[in-house]
């Protein structure tokens, strides 16, 4: 089961992932101050937190990483956005200061999988694919058996995430959303910001998507030399 919370700062989205009978959880990008509705939510499903993830290092994903992280909770993020994460995720550029945040101790790398135990024994499993583009290590989380990916700020509902930042590469996320485009196109797709869609959706409106979507298909069908 994944809890969409868009309670973090600048408008972003946390998400609390669990097995469909509870039992232990994760929490993606808490970029809150304010740890109370997450407790609300890990209170009234009995949930005991393994994890606090971010899918990159910017600070309104990570801002609340210290709320959560304990010697039994254990931090992840890729090594790539590890610098950015330690220097502040970028909020001295904006005019905030943030609290600093614990070490991570995960390095959440491509096919890195994460399993989630319930009581009874089911399970919720993350896998981590690597999607440089907005940040050097910025990654997507697809949670199985929900058919969801937390894309994090790489892909969003109609747009895809902004490159014109520190360490942001354009050919980069467009590489990064070809290797997207092999999901299955009934995947749910959970962004850092906004609302949730379908990737089918986004391959006919999203103009980024849809445009690559078309090269892809014209080099497929293109005859070798």
């Not at 890990?42 to 709320?67: A, E, I, M, P």
Request: glycine share 12%; hydrophobic share 35%.
């Amino acid at each position: 089961m994944i809890i969409r919370l868009p309670i973090g700062l600048l408008g972003s989205n946390c998400y609390i992932i669990f097995p469909e009978d509870h039992g232990e959880a994760a929490i993606v990008d808490p970029g809150i101050t304010d740890r109370a509705p997450v407790d609300r939510v890990l209170q009234g499903h009995d949930l005991r937190l393994r994890y606090v993830l971010n899918t990159h290092g910017h600070f309104d994903h990570v801002l609340g990483n210290g709320l959560f992280v304990t010697a039994s909770v254990a931090l992840g993020i890729h090594s790539s956005d590890r610098p950015l994460l330690m220097s502040g995720g970028g909020a001295s550029d904006f005019g905030f200061q943030i609290p600093s945040s614990p070490t991570p101790t995960l390095d959440l790398k491509e096919n890195t999988a994460l399993t989630l135990i319930g009581p009874s024994g089911t399970t919720c499993c993350l896998s981590v694919i690597e999607t440089p583009g907005h940040t050097p290590g910025s990654i997507c989380l697809y949670v199985t058996p929900d058919a969801a990916l937390i894309t994090g700020d790489t892909l969003f509902a109609g747009n895809v995430g902004r490159t014109d930042l520190p360490g942001g590469d354009p050919r980069a996320l467009s590489t990064s959303l070809r290797k997207l485009l092999g999901l299955a196109p009934e995947t749910q797709i959970l962004p850092g910001h906004g609302d949730t869609t379908v990737l089918q959706r986004e391959l006919r409106v999203n103009p980024w998507l849809h445009r690559l979507s078309l090269t892809q298909r014209s080099g497929a069908r293109r005859p070798a030399n």
